[in-house]
């Protein structure tokens, strides 16, 4: 579909193609726009939108092509635009466009838009008030469910949602909720304060956005209210902005759990520089780390020298280690994140874990044990690698649990305490237990 | 709050009681019931509960709560909480409990759900069939709104939305959708049929939930139509089922990349067994990979042997690999996940990582390098060290963005070409490269 449209550009064959873009959906239309690279080309497309639709396939735009249609656009038809866009959007575009673009943008706006929007991006970013959009609908207190039809059928079409009203006193304190739903089955001539639900969930607009939308989940809600601190509602959260949280959320504990600080552009959209300025922090403490664990090596310099065959065992070692300690790790990770463990659980996910680390150590140990007997017939050989194994299993998956929730305890992220970390101090843990017990067992054979 | 109900519970307080619960989410009220460990206690709760929220409570509750309380309820007592719940939610129950509890409650079914019961648990888990619900409003063509509107009134309050209704011919085949918003905004005497959607999108039955999880991001939906292969709709998916599966994907993901095989039971539900059966097979094969870098190692004795210091490094070397492929194959997986990168991008993305690769290498070797110099003032092996350092970063990087985008090519899932396999593979590259490095720069030496 998408590339009949530029073929039809191509042709210009215009008519036929607004008539193709008046029935595809907006988020398809804002994609075929990202694949555009001839300005002249977007420009018309654009022109050829329905008008009740740009401002919403605009919004769903990347921040090039966004950048690049207001650079063509008239200031007139800059001003349609952003007449036309949510408040959450517009903030957003604000917050992604140049200095010299927010200057335009900012002269093209309403006085009361543009007021709006200073306030808007004082609000820390990943808060509430960062999420928030004041196209809501509310009613004041004491009227009947006919008015407040009346009121949504007035007033609705430039609502994010009209599908929850939010009932507030004279001075906009939030008194209740009231769903379109139970308007609807309820008798027209029934006061809202009789239907609306009495103690809402709320947040505030300094809250975490990652709380806000583990509560979207847990109470399946369309949309949030945001109050201030004297309980006046100044915005909601719509549960697609909800949605976007989550998934940025997730992505932030990937990047993280794999020893990076994470990014809020996609990975396409992010220089060299700033993907390897992320990057090098983490790789310079764990490479940093490890030589602690290589400076231990050189004590057994005795051991390896005189049983050369101990060196090829250390990949094996250490890969096992970090593999146990990432497999456990992400399980506990994951679990506080989705709050499906709590740090009340701390001993039951130990006993757990070792009890898992067992089971794992004894089937690798065997296996392992088997290999070394086949290839080099040592049984002594066997026994200090396979044991060094088992130990090392339950070291890294220990290590596995007890760092994250460590680390919640301590209110720092357990995403921190991931692979790469559990890894290099699983590392120096199981070359200690291996080397030592080399030399214990094997010390007559030096 | 909930202490609170408990210690009243334990004081007998129960009209108290009676009163707390109605003000209370059903979420919070079902996290209750799974903490509650007494049987007669909860029992007490659940009967304290309002009628009409019983059901929704229980659809909340973790299963071993459900499976308690239907234990304790009266066959009577049960058919209404059955009769009240969704389908969906049915559905997932039968899934959920053993064979015994299952039996009981399919006698005390309606002949019509035992009937949609077993159809619908026909459907193959993970697909949009397994996900629906049967209670959605439809609309005759033909009608006005104000019947539409008479039609919800009417039937809305079993329905899971009410926000968005489906127009169907006598066949039952999805002519359009229409959203009570725009029947609210439109004139009541307009069809319905010259204000909808006409082409809506919709899935089949055995759609993919992590693709249609994708179409509600994507395209901010409410709700999806789901249609059989005569494009009849058979059933709804609504958003927080959607939320759900966004949730249960990126958690299976989490689970790949860290060489595990993913569980539908979170952590603290799942046995010991269980979890040591999924984490021991990718535990054997990456172990057994590691052999092959122990086996490279046994080639290389003549040079560690004369040369002990090279030993000291193979920590850092590894482990500095395996943190560099882990990080470009998170931030890949991750971009193919979210479509953020596409195959196309292939080339892109590759010139990406060797910039970023040789950016990293570099600053990790410096900080090596003068390292090595300070410590054992070798010049020698100071270069070989960080020259292996560099081309290890090439190498995982490389691999971390070749692999997961071979995979999607392959149509297996980018995720298990994650930190753990890449890590396996860079080491054998890394120990070749470094020792035969050695060997021609440091022969003399020997």
Redesign the interface.
């Known amino acids: 579909m998408n590339y009949n449209i530029l073929d039809l550009m191509n042709n210009k064959q215009y008519s036929l193609v607004k008539q193709l873009v008046e029935?595809m959906?907006e988020?398809d239309l804002a994609e075929l726009f990202n694949q555009l690279v001839d300005h002249d080309q977007a420009t018309k497309l654009f022109r050829l939108l329905p008008k009740e639709t740009a401002a919403e396939v605009f919004s769903y735009m990347d921040p090039e092509s966004q950048e690049m249609i207001i650079g063509v656009l008239t200031d007139n038809e800059l001003r349609h635009i952003l007449d036309d866009l949510y408040m959450d959007d517009y903030v957003d575009l604000m917050e992604e466009m140049p200095a010299n673009v927010v200057k335009r943008l900012m002269q093209n706006s309403t006085p009361q838009n543009r007021k709006l929007i200073n306030q808007y991006l004082k609000y820390p970013d990943d808060s509430a008030g960062s999420l928030m959009t004041n196209e809501y609908v509310y009613f004041k207190s004491g009227i009947t469910i006919q008015q407040g039809?009346d009121i949504?059928?007035q007033n609705?079409?430039d609502k994010e949602t009209?599908?929850t009203g939010y009932v507030t006193s004279a001075r906009k304190e939030l008194l209740g909720v009231v769903t379109?739903?139970e308007m609807?089955?309820a008798r027209p001539d029934v006061l809202i304060d009789d239907i609306m639900e009495?103690?809402p969930?709320y947040v505030h607009t300094h809250d975490d956005q990652e709380e806000i939308a583990k509560m979207?989940?847990?109470?399946?809600m369309?949309a949030m209210p945001v109050v201030d601190s004297e309980r006046r509602i100044v915005g909601i959260i719509t549960?697609?902005d909800?949605?976007?949280v989550?998934?940025d959320e997730?992505?932030e504990?990937?990047?993280k759990?794999?020893?990076?600080m994470p990014s809020d552009e996609?990975?396409?959209r992010t220089s060299?520089?700033t993907?390897?300025k992320h990057?090098?922090p983490?790789?310079?403490i764990?490479?940093?780390s490890?030589?602690v664990?290589?400076?231990m090596?050189?004590h057994y310099?005795t051991a390896?020298?005189g049983i050369?065959?101990l060196?090829?065992?250390?990949?094996?070692i250490?890969?096992?280690g970090?593999?146990?300690g990432?497999?456990a790790?992400?399980?506990?990770?994951?679990?506080l994140a989705?709050d499906?463990?709590k740090l009340r659980?701390f001993f039951?996910?130990l006993w757990?874990e070792i009890?898992?680390a067992l089971?794992?150590g004894a089937?690798?140990s065997v296996?392992?044990f088997a290999?070394i007997m086949i290839q080099y017939h040592d049984v002594q050989v066997a026994i200090v690698v396979s044991g060094t194994l088992v130990l090392t299993v339950c070291i890294a998956k220990s290590l596995g649990c007890v760092l994250p929730m460590l680390a919640k305890k301590l209110h720092l992220d357990p995403a921190i305490m991931a692979?790469?970390l559990i890894?290099?101090i699983t590392?120096a843990f199981s070359?200690y237990v291996y080397f030592n017990f080399a030399l214990w067992y094997l010390g007559s054979r030096l």
Do not use: H
């Open positions: 029935d959906e988020a039809f949504i059928r609705g079409v009209i599908y379109v739903r609807l089955l009495q103690n969930i979207f989940s847990r109470y399946d369309l549960i697609d909800a949605v976007d989550i998934q997730n992505t504990d990937f990047e759990m794999a020893g990076m996609s990975y396409l060299v520089l993907l390897a990057r090098i983490w790789l310079m764990l490479m940093i490890a030589m664990t290589g400076a090596l050189e310099e390896f020298v050369p065959i060196v090829a065992f250390i990949p094996q250490m890969d096992t970090g593999n146990c990432s497999q790790s992400t399980m506990i990770i994951r679990g989705l499906e463990i659980d039951r996910v757990k009890r898992v089971l794992c089937a690798l296996v392992n290999r692979s790469p890894t290099t590392d070359i």
